[in-house]
């Protein structure tokens, strides 16, 4: 399975379902009155964390997700019925960030976690609403608030109890097909490993820790050499590290020490993450070779464990010990800043703004006022002056003469073109 850790995705929310104008038709009810029904909620949209994924790709087939709108309002008063909330499953240890402002707005690290990132439009209401003593047959409604269109990036992290070093064909994908049911591909050359491979080891209690054996760890991996750039930072989220070294190579303890500086230089947090040594391929060292070797990891503060992942010796020592460390050393606390994500529930609802397009014309946009210039019917005195009475009560009229709007000149709202008079009545 090909291995995806950061994609971006675009998602849309639905969009609320208008308002209508409709009256009382019952043969035996004189002058009906208003009987317009309100839109539906549009769907929104939700991030869910599943323990049961471990990589992005999926989303490198469809990137694209938008909820279903609302249902538009009815007559006889029947509302509309509310869309149904979508909800994109992605791994566990998944990072997502917003694209426009940069900031880290979720960090899903427990399974069925969930974030809001983009809310459903609220429905609009129908006529049934603006019925006053003063006016009892309103003829408009309100339309439904347009969705939210967000791009958004997914990092994945992943969430490992051990994570497993060495170089290219030191033997970790052969020491975690023996100590897990994970069967990765395994031959005598390196980078062998070219993904991720997680493997659940039972612990004696019956449950069980996951290990991940991260490849392409090199010389230079820490400024993009080989595979290591793009896979350190799933050994963040470690408890600590298996460090295996090849036996059989001529300096084992350069290999060793290429390894940790690598981790330091990407992170200092890693560098000092608890490491367990195990020397492997003890199968093919002779036993003055493998004492030398010993001596001189303990020469550095090393007690190495001595294993052959290919035989199976000493295998049961070192799952002893991994157990032990993984029952007593706790997760790193994250170190993810989360940001407050206003953008999810945002649909500039009360923002506005007025512009001097040029000396006689103003332009005003805002997400409420455009959406009810949209359904305001420049023909019908009635609606114009309740569209300027919701301007003054906006504020935008003031701002507007902050400006110095002068009678005559042309006022655009969305598609309404209106002139400004100072003798109008806003009322």
Known sequence: ????????????????????????????????????????????????ADEGLSTLLDFTYRSIFKADNGENGFKKSMHGKSAKDLYIKVPTGTIVKDLKTGNIIADLVKHEQTVLVAKGGR???????????????????????????????????????????????????????????????????????????????????????????IPGLIEGASEGVGLGHDFLRHVERCRFLLHIVDGTEIDPIKNYNTINQELAKYSEKLAKLHQVVAINKIDAIDYETLEELVKQFEQIGVKPFLISAFTGKNIEELKNELEHDVDTIEKPVSDIVVEEDLEAVNNDDGWWDVQKLNKNTYIVNGGRIIRISQVTDPRSTEQIIRFQNIMISMGIMEELKRLGVQNGDTIMVGKLELEYWDDEVYK
């Open 123 to 213: 429905g609009g209401r129908g006529n049934i609403h603006f019925c006053t003593p003063q006016n009892r047959a309103p003829q408009y409604c309100e339309p439904g608030e347009p969705g939210i269109e967000r791009e958004l990036q997914l990092e994945l992290k992943l969430l490992a109890d051990v994570g497993l070093l060495g170089l290219p064909n030191a033997g970790k994908s052969t020491f975690i097909s023996k100590v897990s049911a994970a069967k990765p591909k395994i031959a005598d050359y390196p980078f062998t490993t070219i993904v991720p491979n997680l493997g659940v080891v039972r612990k004696h209690s019956g449950d069980g820790y996951v290990i991940a054996d």
């Open 1 to 48: 399975m090909q291995f995806i850790d950061k994609v971006k995705i675009k998602i849309t929310s639905g969009k609320g379902g208008n308002g209508v104008v409709a009256w009382r038709r019952e043969k035996f009810v004189d002058k009906g009155g208003p009987a317009g029904g309100d839109g539906g909620k549009g769907g929104s949209v939700y991030l869910i």
